[in-house]
C-alpha cells in the first residue's frame, strides 16, 4: 500500500512526498513537523481506482464555410454492446440480424435511399 504526505513547508509552499509503508510515512510526517518546521501535515492513504476507457465517435457535419462542426443538441450514445466471443474453430460464422435483413433486401431488389433534404434524414425504398 502507498501512502502520500502532504504538508504545506516553512516557506508557506504546498509539498507532498510518497512512501510504501505506513511507518515510513509517519516517520516522514514527524521528520517534517519537528525538523523541517513544516504545517498542516497530514498523511493519506493511495488506492488504484478501477477504471477503463470507452471509444466514442462524434459525427460532425460539413458547413458552409468547408468547417466540421459537431452536430447541435445530438443525443447522447448509447453504451456499446460488449465485444462478441470468438467462435470454435472451424464453425462457420453466423450473420447478425442486420447482415441477414441486408441480404434480403439486396435479393428482393429493393435499396434504401436517404431523404436528406432539409435535414430530414426519412428512409424510404426505392
Do not use: C, W
Not at 40 to 60: H, N
Not at 70 to 79: H, Y
Request: glycine fraction near 8%; aromatic fraction near 4%.
Amino acid at each position: 500500500m502507498e501512502y502520500l504526505v502532504r504538508f504545506t513547508s516553512a516557506e508557506g509552499r504546498d509539498g507532498q512526498h510518497s512512501a510504501q509503508d505506513l511507518d515510513s510515512a509517519l516517520q516522514l510526517a514527524e521528520h517534517l513537523r519537528n525538523t523541517e518546521e513544516a504545517t498542516d501535515v497530514q498523511v493519506y492513504r493511495v488506492e488504484p481506482v478501477p477504471i477503463r476507457f470507452k471509444a466514442s465517435y462524434t459525427v460532425e457535419v460539413e458547413q458552409e464555410d468547408g468547417e466540421y462542426a459537431p452536430i447541435e443538441g445530438a443525443p447522447a450514445l448509447p453504451e456499446a454492446p460488449p465485444a462478441a466471443l470468438p467462435e470454435a474453430p472451424g464453425a462457420a460464422p453466423a450473420a447478425s440480424e442486420e447482415e441477414a435483413e441486408d441480404s434480403q433486401d439486396s435479393e428482393q431488389g429493393d435499396d434504401l435511399l436517404v431523404d436528406n433534404a432539409g435535414g430530414s434524414g426519412l428512409l424510404s425504398r426505392s
